[in-house]
Every structure is written in structure tokens, then in C-alpha cells.
């Protein structure tokens, strides 16, 4: 009988090793194919059977690696003597994920390199031949890690596109574009809104949760499936600055609310919780999918439509609109960090066009008295207060009704002086801060 071999790696082992080649694979997905993060991850997690806790695991080195790929990629050239071999591609992602790990995570330094060594060893072609370079790098890493992350205590833009960069120095100044760069290096929140706001007290202890300024229970990122309440439909995931724009709405108890640009849906969930008439336009068949799906989950009822929102017109008169614009989104850049992989200054243009269609159609849809929620989850002047100024100044019916302090949990800071919202990532850092959003309340004279 042969001894028990007490290296023989173990069934979890063979799990992680899973779950790290997933994550190389979908960082490629996303830097270099420029798929969007969340299809990239569902469809490669699926492929590779990983279970709720691997998902939870990969997702959580993807989503740093790619908050901090601009750290990573500056480190990973320090640690070369030579840089990258050519075409190396599963070797510079393996070599950002290790480094994701070894540097910003409690992962231990042998267990990260082992795994990404034998992943490039087990490659066909010749990449399987860099096996010692990935090695030498993370071992190294793992020797200097304080000197590494020292380097980078003084570039704290380092993480933020150049492009974008320049744009918020100018819309913001350099100390808030700073604290914007520092707020992408802070993991995200998991954010839920209740159906059933009476339950409040007893979710929060059950979610262990914190109850935010408006009513939001907030927790760290956890499989929300896992979650008590998931099945029963008494919840959904929505960040917290993208639940105030259907909260500024007067009464709509039994009013029609068009939701224009609906999908994924958290919106018109909350208004058909306070019993509106809920009318969902969107153009994409997939998004509203999960709409459909959270709809039935939850309960709730609204008549989703398929259209593009910039010529729609419902078959019967509406009260009120809210009109959740198409945008950059560079306001989720912590939720969504491929935003600033893919996004470019050009985008930003096409989208404020975009935006103005649909907000001038919209509002020809408004009766004398209703009011036009306009929102955007860009922190992008364009496509904010520069588009509403614009549209106020061209639309003599078109006025702004002034949101109050007391409308956002009485949190003043994200009232402008002309009385829209803006919600910057960088507030309530001490309660895990926010995604960048912009609202503006509109009624028609």
C-alpha cells in the first residue's frame, strides 16, 4: 500500500485554478476584444462551471484588475527588463491577475504565482514557453511588494484614462479629479432596494446591512442569489445614487409614468412599487430580458416595450417621464471599470446628440403640469448640466423644478446651485461612497 501523498493537490485546488483561469480569460475578453465586462464574465463563469463562491471570487480579481489596470500595467513594466514578449497576450493578462492579486489582495504570494505559472505551462504554442518569466515576475512581486505599492502613492490618476482625465481637471479641478481617481480604488457596495420599505428593519439585520440616508440598505458584494429575500421577490440590486430619480416624482399612485430607456429595470421597479402605471421603452430585446425577469421575480407589473425611445409615443396620454438617457457612464467607473477601457471622447459626443433627441421628444410627450425626470450616470458636463441648460434655453415651457435636500436623505452636498442632483463617487466615502450620477427635474409651464 502506497503512503498517502500530502502534496496531492486538493479538489479546491483544482477549483481556484478555475476560477484564476477564468479571470485571465475574461480580462482578455475585455481589454482586448472590448466585450462588455458583465457578458464577457456570465457566459465565460458558465463555460467553466464555477459555482457561486468561485464566481463571487473571479469577479472580485477581474473587477480590480480592471479598476486598477492602469497601476498594474505601469508595475508590470517595472518588474520587465525587457517588456513583453510579442503577442503574449495570456501571459500579460496572467501576469495582471497575479499581480492583482499579490498586491492588492490577501492572497498568498506562492499560491497566486503557482497557479498563473501552471496556467501559461499547460498553454499550447509557444506562450507556454514564458512560464519562467510570469514566475520570476510574481515571485519578485511578491519580494517588493511595499516598494511597489509605495511607487504609487503619489500617482493616484495613474487609473484614469488620459483622456478622461483632462476632461474632469477641466470640469472639476485637479484636487476633486484626485479623489475621484481615489474613489475608483475602493471595491463597490452591493446596494438593495426594498419593495416594501415596512420591512426595512428587519431585511437590514437580516442582510447585515446598513440602512443609508433614503431608505437603502447597503452591504458588501456577496452572490446576491444567495440572499434571504432574492427568491421571495422583496428586493433588488440598485446603487444607491441610480434610486433618487424615481424618487422625485409627486404622487403617481395610479399615474402613467413612461420609463424611457428603461433596461435593466431598477427604475421601473420602483415605480411600479408606488403603484404607477408603468410604461418600459427600450430598444434592447436583452436588457429587458432581466427587466422581464426581475418583474416576475418581484411581482411587480409594467408594460415593456420594445422600441427606440427617441420616437416612441405610448398609445395612451402619460403623466409623467423619466428619462433614463443613454451616457458614458463614467459615473460607474468603480461598478464598471471596462467603461474606461471602451468609452472615448468621441462616444461622448455621439451619445450627447443622442441624449437630445430623445429628451426633446420626450418632452413633447409631457403635459402642461407633468414633470420629466432627466438622468444620466455620467459625471460628464455634456451630458449633464450642459445638455439641460441647453434645452431650458431653446424650450420656453420647459422649466426646472428645484430638488431639495430633504427629496436625497438631506444629503446637501449633491444639490447644485441650480437645484439638480449631482452624485460624485467620491461622497459618503464614509458609509462606501456612490456612483456618479446627474438629475434633473423638469415640468412643463
Known amino acids: 500500500m502506497k503512503p498517502e501523498n500530502k502534496n496531492k493537490p486538493k479538489p479546491k485546488m483544482a477549483t481556484g485554478m478555475a476560477a484564476r483561469e477564468t479571470a485571465v480569460r475574461v ?18 463563469a458558465s463555460d467553466a462551471g464555477l459555482d457561486s463562491r468561485d464566481r463571487a471570487f473571479t469577479m472580485h480579481i477581474v473587477m480590480l484588475s480592471l479598476r ?43 499560491a497566486s504565482a503557482h497557479q498563473m505559472v501552471e496556467l501559461i505551462k499547460n498553454l499550447p504554442g509557444k506562450e507556454s514557453g514564458f512560464k519562467g518569466l510570469v514566475n520570476a515576475i510574481l515571485r519578485r512581486a511578491g519580494r517588493e511588494k511595499e516598494t511597489l505599492l509605495q511607487s504609487l502613492v503619489n500617482q493616484p490618476l495613474i487609473d484614469i484614462p488620459i483622456w478622461l482625465r483632462s476632461r474632469w481637471v477641466t470640469a472639476y479641478g485637479e484636487e476633486i479629479t484626485k479623489k475621484l481617481a481615489m474613489a475608483l480604488q475602493s471595491e463597490p457596495m452591493l446596494d438593495i432596494s426594498l419593495q416594501n420599505t415596512a420591512i426595512q428593519s428587519e431585511y437590514a439585520d437580516k442582510l447585515e446591512a446598513q440602512v443609508l440616508p433614503t431608505g437603502v ?29 424615481a424618487k422625485l416624482f409627486p404622487d403617481i399612485k395610479g399615474k402613467h409614468v413612461l420609463d424611457m430607456c428603461s433596461a435593466p429595470g431598477g427604475k421601473t421597479l420602483q415605480l411600479a ?71 472615448t471622447a468621441y462616444d461622448i459626443e455621439k451619445l450627447t446628440n443622442l441624449q437630445q433627441r430623445i429628451l426633446e421628444h420626450a418632452f413633447t410627450l409631457l403635459p402642461v403640469g407633468g414633470t420629466l425626470i432627466y438622468c444620466v450616470c455620467s459625471i460628464e458636463p455634456d451630458e449633464g448640466v450642459s445638455q439641460i441648460t441647453h434645452f431650458i434655453d431653446k424650450t420656453p415651457t420647459a422649466e426646472r423644478a428645484p430638488v431639495t435636500p430633504d427629496e436625497v436623505g438631506n444629503i446637501e452636498e449633491i444639490i447644485t446651485s441650480e437645484g439638480d442632483v449631482l452624485c460624485l463617487p467620491h461622497y459618503l466615502t464614509d458609509q462606501g461612497g456612490m456612483d456618479g450620477f446627474y438629475i434633473s427635474r423638469l415640468i412643463k409651464k
Not at 452591504?219 to 433588488?236: C, M, N, P, Q, V
Not at 422600441?307 to 443613454?326: E, G, Q, R, Y
Request: charged share 25%; net charge positive.
Open 27 to 44: 480580462l482578455m475578453a475585455v481589454t482586448l476584444k472590448n466585450r462588455p465586462l458583465d457578458l464577457a464574465f456570465d457566459d465565460m
Open 68 to 110: 486598477r489596470y492602469g497601476s498594474l500595467n505601469y508595475l508590470m513594466e517595472k518588474l520587465l527588463e525587457r517588456g513583453l514578449p510579442k503577442n503574449a497576450t495570456w501571459t500579460k493578462a496572467a501576469i495582471i491577475i497575479g499581480l492583482a492579486q499579490i498586491l492588492f489582495m490577501r492572497t498568498a504570494d506562492f
Open 217 to 245: 440598505l447597503r452591504r458588501s458584494f456577496t452572490d446576491i442569489k444567495a440572499l434571504e429575500g432574492y427568491d421571495k421577490g422583496d428586493w433588488w440590486i440598485q446603487d444607491f445614487s441610480a434610486s433618487l430619480p
Open 273 to 343: 412599487s408606488k403603484q404607477a402605471d408603468v410604461t418600459a421603452v427600450d430598444r434592447s430585446q436583452n436588457r429587458l430580458k432581466r427587466l422581464k425577469d426581475n418583474l416576475s421575480r418581484t411581482g411587480l407589473n409594467a408594460q415593456v416595450i420594445t422600441a427606440d425611445a427617441s420616437n416612441f409615443t405610448p398609445s395612451k396620454p402619460v403623466d409623467h417621464i423619466l428619462v433614463d438617457a443613454p451616457c458614458s457612464a463614467t459615473g460607474t467607473f468603480r461598478r464598471n471599470p471596462d467603461v474606461m477601457l471602451h468609452k
